[in-house]
């Protein structure tokens, strides 16, 4: 159980354009879930949390109007990322918290890598 | 970096034990270890809850300091395929639980 799931795995985009990665728990509902990002031999930096129905909550330096979050039902969550560039190129990562008992549990995607051309 | 790992990179014989350490100053509710491969998310391995737990999983075993703001992951009998990152990471109340990560141990296990 606790399986998490990403698409796109990875992604090459052009500099300017929109990429959109969906973030899904395929076996127990996520109240909330998160927005990781890694950079090449980086721990994991929390971007965004956000709760089912709510607006997301930013980290301090994450602009919210370039990474779109929207977590739309208890099993789905999408990361947009607008008007993307070189720099922005990284591994994004979800992980998504469930309810009750395993409330502070965390279960991790398994990423997707983008890269802006 | 609000959670200390030691060491940064391990490199050990297969059948050899190993520990990791993760240090820092706040106290946390709960302190998991993941462990991540290239290219992948992190895995959970093990989730601490209370001051002082001692929990196992397979040849894993972590313990979290009676402070709560410390613990170890001890790997034993290592084989190849224990290779990878492992990070420990804390839960913290006042920050409405986000998890936060430390910086990672680097683990190679030669055959």
Redesign the interface.
């Known amino acids: 159980g606790a399986v998490?799931s990403?698409h796109p795995s990875w992604v090459i985009c052009k500099s300017g354009t929109s990429v959109k990665i969906e973030c899904r728990s395929l076996d127990f509902q996520a109240t909330t879930m998160?927005w990781y990002r890694q950079f090449p031999k980086q721990?994991?930096?929390?971007m965004a949390?956000s709760n089912e129905g709510s607006k997301a909550t930013y980290e301090q330096g994450v602009e919210k109007d370039k990474f779109l979050i929207n977590h739309a039902s208890l099993t789905l969550s999408t990361l947009t990322v607008t008007s993307a560039h070189p720099e922005d190129s990284s591994?994004y990562?979800c992980?998504a918290r469930g309810l009750g008992d395993r409330?502070?549990?965390?279960?991790?995607?398994?990423?997707t890598?983008l890269t802006v051309t | 970096?609000l959670l200390e790992q030691s060491p940064q990179f391990l490199s050990i014989q297969e059948g050899e034990n190993l520990t990791v350490y993760c240090n820092s100053s706040s106290v946390f509710?709960?302190l998991?270890w993941?462990r991540q491969e290239p290219?992948?998310?992190?895995?959970?391995l093990i989730?601490l809850?209370k001051a002082g737990e001692l929990t196992s999983n397979g040849r894993l075993t972590a313990q979290f300091g009676i402070t709560r703001k410390d613990s170890f992951l001890n790997i034993s009998a290592s084989i190849p395929s224990d290779v990878g990152i492992y990070?420990c990471?804390g839960?913290l109340k006042a920050a409405?639980?986000?998890?936060?990560?430390?910086?990672?141990t680097r683990v190679l296990v030669k055959p």
């Open positions: 998490v990403q998160f721990s994991l930096m929390l949390t591994f990562i992980s409330l502070y549990e965390q279960y991790f995607g398994p990423g890598r | 970096q509710s709960s998991q993941y290219g992948e998310g992190p895995v959970l989730a809850y990070f990471a839960q409405g639980n986000k998890l936060t990560f430390g910086g990672g």
